[in-house]
């Protein structure tokens, strides 16, 4: 190939007449134009950083036959390139849409050797001169220059799969001006992109990655399982197990998310053991697209059935909305009759330490629970557990990845544990999910449900112990307590009851049951599990927000009142009992006491003469003045803030209610 032609030949070709140089070289071309050489023009391949492919022809050639053999050498070129790409992609390597664009070349190139061997024929028959052959040439030309063009850019960047045909696409715009050029290049991108819609159609009838050389722009995680959904707080499983990978191709790029999510969704029921298969029609073929977006419309079809028949499944078959109606019941203590009983038999198990508590002890005093009141009727309420955390609640939501707590603001004692705490404050109740509702229901969902039950659940035991204080001093409503520390502490009680009431009705009348109300209306009118799951998240983050439970400087401040709470609720007994003293029954009445002491001495009680005693009514005011103080300081703030969180004025109403009152007793 590399050799010169007096080396070759004994005559050059500059001897003969020009008429026989012309049919010389048209013999020649002619063979050149199928690869192989002739006897005075040669192909030389040039190696290098770019390839490259020259014809040498004899110098002694007349110039004007030299200028038009020179016209016809970028076909001959284009043949070469092309039959390159043809046998190189066509190796088992190349992936699925490489051999299917080969294919397509192939039988380009068998018309092209047809149309020289037709050529041939006529120059056999003396019907072909050179100015001809070049005439009969430029159909041809121009196609296998763009093809040729496209080969070498996908040679040189090694593409595959949805890049070559990308190339094609862009290709095909580019070329919008010749009419016949951009028909030929939309003919390749149709059957290079069959293989690829194979892949497709499968994914989006039957939820199935048939994809051997990685050329789908879907990817598969299959480390990640089902069975994640109910530990993994960030749901992988779901956003993960199947993603969008680089290279969408860009008629698919628009409905890209609509195809992934298809084939999830039918994976899905597919995990379930429920038939997959979409119903075929005659028009849902995705073995080609075109210019009316056919396939798009048989995708969206295709979404449309995985969707909805997705969404019946886990409404109907899995009762998804009364799953959500039974943990609404008991983490959202919507029915209190169970939790009631529950605090009162596992009074004594909850006053321990954390460390010293028994779980199993709680979930049978819990079963014990659910069965004599009336979630014995609710047939999900044997999912429910019980879990005793290790930290309190402000702790647990600076460590959970979801919660937005900033510190920065706050500092660092928004998230100090406390001296001590008992397992009243860490108990949360749990629920068991499984498969495919464990998609809306996850680990993360569960999580936020178990914060607002923790703070409802600690809210409920300071309203029961302020009722126990209330009650001892009801007790001792028949004796004459006016201006005593036991009066001044009975109106402190019944603020501080107010203020619990008020906090315990603005969790669950102002947040918790108009954004449960709303979500359930939202549900009915989902369209697909996606929707179902954005609104339950959305649900449960606003229910988080308007709980206080974003907010750790308020929900300090919240704490600390109930702190105090407990606190007063535990030495009522001590002021009360330091106020009064019981009389013996075998004691002698003395005759000078008047009808009144009398009277009060049959009932057991009697006034101590300590009535005033320094120490009880400095306890009295001291609590006094210090939960006066602190609930001033939460009505300011949430003022304040009101203005940036809305929700924050209906708090707001109710504890300065709280506040007004006691100013007015």
Not at 467 to 477: E, F, L, S
């Amino acid at each position: 190939m590399n050799q010169t032609t007096g080396a070759n030949f004994e005559k050059p070709i500059g001897c003969y007449s020009p008429s026989v140089q012309e049919l010389i070289v048209i013999d020649d071309v002619l063979s050149a134009m199928v690869g192989v050489e002739g006897r005075y023009i040669l192909i030389k391949a040039v190696h290098g950083k770019n390839d490259d492919i020259t014809f040498l022809v004899d110098p002694s050639t007349d110039l004007a036959l030299q200028e038009l053999a020179k016209r016809i050498f970028p076909l001959c070129k284009s043949f070469l390139l092309i039959n390159q790409f043809v046998e190189s992609r066509s190796q088992f390597q190349s992936g699925l849409v490489n051999h299917a664009f080969s294919a397509a070349l192939r039988a380009l190139l068998l018309d092209y050797q047809a149309m020289v061997a037709q050529l041939e024929h006529q120059f056999r028959l003396g019907r072909l001169s050179l100015q001809g052959l070049w005439f009969y040439c430029q159909p041809m030309m121009r196609s296998m220059q763009a093809l040729s063009t496209v080969i070498q850019k996908a040679s040189v960047n090694n593409f595959s799969g949805s890049a070559v045909l990308n190339l094609l696409q862009s290709q095909a715009k580019a070329m919008a001006g010749d009419n016949a050029v951009r028909l030929l290049l939309e003919k390749m991108t149709e059957c290079a992109s069959s293989a690829y819609m194979s892949i497709l159609e499968r994914w989006v009838y039957e939820g199935v990655i048939d994809d051997p050389y990685g050329e789908f722009f879907i990817a598969e995680d299959k480390s990640l399982q089902k069975e994640s959904l109910t530990q993994d707080y960030e749901a992988k499983y779901w956003r993960q197990r199947y993603s969008l990978k680089d290279g969408i191709p860009s008629f698919l790029a628009n409905i890209a998310g609509t195809i992934l999510t298809t084939g999830k969704y039918l994976n899905v029921m597919r995990e379930c053991g429920h038939n997959v298969q979409v119903p075929p029609s005659e028009n849902s073929k995705l073995m080609s697209f075109g210019s009316n977006h056919q396939y798009l419309e048989c995708i969206k079809a295709a979404y449309n059935f995985a969707s909805g028949e997705l969404l019946n499944l886990i409404k109907e078959k899995y009762d998804l909305t009364g799953r959500l109606r039974s943990i609404k019941h008991y983490l959202l203590l919507d029915q209190g009759d169970f939790l009631v009983h529950f605090m009162d038999i596992a009074r004594d198990e909850l006053a321990k330490k954390p460390d010293e508590v028994s779980v199993e002890k709680l979930q049978s005093l819990l079963d014990l629970a659910l069965r004599t009141t009336a979630a014995a009727a609710d047939p999900f309420h044997e999912g429910l557990t019980c879990v005793v955390e290790r930290s309190s609640l402000l702790r647990r939501l600076g460590t959970f990845n979801d919660l937005e707590v900033s510190q920065r603001n706050s500092g660092n004692n928004d998230l100090e544990e406390p001296v001590s705490i008992t397992s009243l404050e860490t108990f949360s109740l749990s629920y068991k999910v499984h498969w495919p509702l464990s998609i809306v229901l996850s680990r993360k969902a569960l999580t936020k449900y178990q914060l607002i039950f923790r703070f409802l659940f600690h809210c409920k035991h300071v309203d029961r112990q302020l009722c126990g204080a209330w009650q001892v001093h009801q007790g001792v409503r028949a004796l004459n307590t006016r201006g005593t520390a036991i009066s001044r502490s009975s109106l402190l009680c019944r603020s501080m009851l107010k203020f619990i009431n008020s906090l315990l009705h603005y969790l669950t009348f102002e947040v918790i049951e108009p954004n449960w109300h709303l979500m359930y209306n939202r549900l009915q009118s989902a369209n697909s599990i996606d929707e179902v799951i954005q609104h339950h998240d959305f649900f449960l983050d606003k229910c988080l927000r308007e709980c206080l439970l974003h907010l750790p400087g308020l929900l300090k401040k919240v704490e600390k009142l109930k702190s105090m709470c407990l606190q007063y609720a535990a030495a009522t007994q001590w002021l009360i009992s330091s106020s009064i003293e019981l009389h013996n029954p075998e004691e002698p009445i003395d005759d000078s006491i008047g009808l009144n002491k009398a009277k009060q001495r049959k009932s057991g009680q009697v006034l101590k003469s300590t009535t005033r005693n320094v120490a009880v009514t400095d306890s009295v005011l001291k609590f006094e003045k210090e939960f006066n103080t602190e609930l001033q300081s939460l009505g300011s703030i949430l003022n304040s803030s009101s203005q940036a969180e809305p929700y924050l004025a209906h708090l707001a109403q109710w504890i300065l209610g709280v506040k007004n009152e006691q100013n007015g007793l």
